[in-house]
């Protein structure tokens, strides 16, 4: 009685045999496992091959190939006890092969002529699919086919980003929204300000709308106090300890530059294939910095206030490239998620 799975004490058997540990008793189970695989398998191999769903063929048919391989892996050390059986199973592999080869390819080519009839990309794509499948099944003459179901499947969308204010960061703009053309979106290809490249399914407009940066400036002031123990010598007496109030001032000043662009996306397409909706939405952050100033007695004074002088205000061209950067990672986002 095996004490494993069939499968475990096929593994465990052949890897023995291979180096050359107890040679009788590992052909005695190499065998009795693999009578049992071939026992279960067969049976579920029939009734998948045999079913009118194409995937449940494939299942076979994978079922198949791997008895073929576990017959051919251990065929040196079973004295031909099953070579019938790798003779049958593989005359029927072959020919589970080329029926899947020719449904797949029937299947594929019927659903892209039915795709391009109705502009139907996502049926285009199952088309694909299928045709892909027929030629891993040894189908090499539909090459052309795939070519053209690949290029039918693509979603072209035309993205143009301009600043409607500010020109002078419509080079920022470009340099950024250009990386559009370079994204791996599978199924969709995006052109950046080429107007008459293709014809677009979906043509996007980026309006950098109306931009406000705004300086603040303000002035705080802390006083601060604190109880100091000393010790101080004497000619006569030796040493006194003492206790006095030492204070200490902060003049802090605080800067602040808020950035703020209202962003337009505006979507022209008469295409089912374009998901994308018009929309407008705000990009906003700030830039903080903090000068502090000290006098009096530092010892009375907080520890985080004595770091002086604080990180500058961060550019209005770094702050600008920031939003731009922003607004792009959001089209980006929206791209992915629909394709």
């Known amino acids: 009685m095996l004490k494993s799975s069939p499968e475990k004490s096929y593994e465990i058997a052949l890897n023995n045999l291979r180096q050359g540990k107890s040679l009788e008793k590992n052909k005695e189970l190499l065998i009795k496992s693999i ?62 092969k080329k029926k899947l080869k020719a449904a797949f390819y029937t299947r594929g080519k019927l659903a892209f002529e039915k795709a391009k009839k109705n502009q139907d990309r996502s049926l285009s794509r199952e088309a694909g699919r299928s045709l892909e499948k027929s030629r891993a099944y040894g189908n090499e003459e539909i090459n052309d086919l795939i070519e053209k179901c690949s290029a039918f499947n693509i979603v072209h969308y035309h993205v143009k980003a301009k600043a409607t204010e500010s020109k002078k960061y419509e080079g920022l703009i470009n340099e950024q929204f250009r990386a559009l053309e370079r994204l791996d979106l599978g199924f ?23 931009l406000t940066i705004k300086d603040e400036e303000s002035i705080h002031n802390k006083d601060f106090s604190k109880v100091i123990q000393g010790e101080q010598e004497q000619s006569d007496d030796g040493s006194i300890i003492y206790k006095e109030t030492v204070r200490g ?47 009096g007695d530092e010892r009375a004074i907080a520890k985080k206030y004595k770091d002086l002088i604080g990180e500058p205000l961060s550019s209005k ?19 992915k998620t629909n394709h």
């Open 188 to 210: 969709a290809k995006v052109y950046y300000n080429k107007k008459d490249a293709v014809n677009y399914d979906c043509e996007i407009e980026i309006l950098f709308d109306e």
């Open 35 to 96: 009578t049992t695989i071939l026992k279960v398998q067969r049976l579920e191999k029939d009734r998948l091959i045999n079913s009118a769903l194409l995937e449940e063929q494939e299942r076979g048919y994978e079922i198949s190939e791997s008895l073929c391989t576990k017959l051919e892996e251990s065929k040196g050390y079973v004295d031909g006890q099953f070579d019938a059986q790798i003779i049958s199973l593989d005359k029927e592999r072959i020919e589970v």
């Open 317 to 335: 061209n770094d702050m600008a490239k920031e939003a731009i950067i922003r607004v792009y990672k959001k089209i980006e986002d929206q791209l």
């Open 249 to 295: 001032y902060v003049h802090q000043r605080k800067k602040k530059r808020k950035l703020t662009w209202e962003i337009v996306m505006k979507i022209n397409s008469d295409s089912s294939h374009c998901q994308l909706t018009n929309n407008s939405f705000t990009e906003s952050f700030i830039s903080r910095s903090v000068d502090n100033f000290l006098s």
